[in-house]
């Protein structure tokens, strides 16, 4: 089993990869491992994640009090945000939160990442919504990225950042990896005049590989409602998959709902 200390010093060289990779700028962003289930280990607030050395780490409960914490060093601000998704999501053993430059654009675009345009980014995270914005440190934020935490396994946040979790530190900072990689390349390609996006048969094809995979996590090739009713998953929706929009629209073919609105945004020239 890895010791305490060895996951220490794991978090702090995702720390490192992060600031490196202009993930964060001073000292933005945040990590936590969880150990049991009522002790996680996290990054302290107000230091840049780029320079921590494992004493840094703090160790809090599942209620996101203090176990554990040396010198001056706090957990941080965000302990709620990371709290609120071990408790959704009995799966997650790590949760990442950074400000990458690109996802971060599309968050204060307020434009959802929905379009196929590359099948690992399909296959790794299917389309990725925007959580309603919420004052950094409070309550806000785990209340808003509450309602997504079952259907997908990374979320922008609004005006803010991103956010990513999954079964070990590593997966989650891949899956923050990866959404920064698919935002680079659909903003890229917009400049290019606009992406070619995979056909909904070609993306049903991915989520059947990625089926067949058996990928942990949660994805919206297994929980679109509309591959529930054993159709294709629309991959347009914007986040409303799971009950929000999706659900008011009942039975309605979300392949057709979902043309209907790319032909009208078109004629509009978005
Ligand atoms: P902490 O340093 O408190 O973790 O906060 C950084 C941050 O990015 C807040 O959103």
Request: with cysteine; aromatic share 8%.
């Amino acid at each position: 089993m890895t010791s305490e200390f060895e996951i220490k010093k794991q978090i702090c060289d995702i720390g490192k990869r992060i600031y490196n990779r202009g993930m964060v700028a001073a000292n933005d962003g945040n990590i936590s491992v969880k150990l049991s289930d009522n002790e996680f280990l996290c990054t302290p607030t107000g230091v840049s994640k780029g320079f921590m050395t494992p004493e840094y780490i703090c160790k809090v409960d599942r209620d996101g009090n203090v176990i554990q914490a040396n010198g001056n060093f706090k957990p941080s601000s965000e302990i709620k945000m990371h709290m609120r998704v071990y408790q959704q999501r009995p799966d997650v053993n790590s949760v990442v939160h950074a400000h990458p430059i690109y996802a971060t654009s599309f968050a204060i675009a307020g434009i959802p990442l929905t379009q196929p345009i590359m099948p690992e980014a399909v296959i790794a995270l299917g389309c990725v919504p925007i959580a309603e914005y919420g004052t950094p440190s409070t309550m806000e934020i785990p209340d808003a990225v509450e309602k997504y935490l079952q259907y997908y396994d990374a979320v922008l946040l609004a005006n803010h950042g991103a956010l990513a979790y999954s079964d070990s530190l590593l997966a989650a900072y891949h899956k923050m990896e990866s959404l920064e990689f698919y935002a680079e390349l659909l903003f890229k390609a917009k400049q290019l005049g606009g992406p070619k996006e995979l056909s909904p048969s070609q993306v049903e094809r991915l989520y059947e590989i990625r089926r067949q995979f058996g990928m942990t996590g949660k994805h919206p090739a297994d929980l679109c409602p509309n591959a529930k009713n054993g159709k294709s998953s629309c991959h347009s929706c914007g986040g409303n998959c799971g009950g929000h929009k999706a659900a008011t629209i009942g039975n309605a073919d979300a392949d057709l709902v979902a043309s209907i609105t790319k032909r009208v945004m078109e004629q509009l020239g978005k």
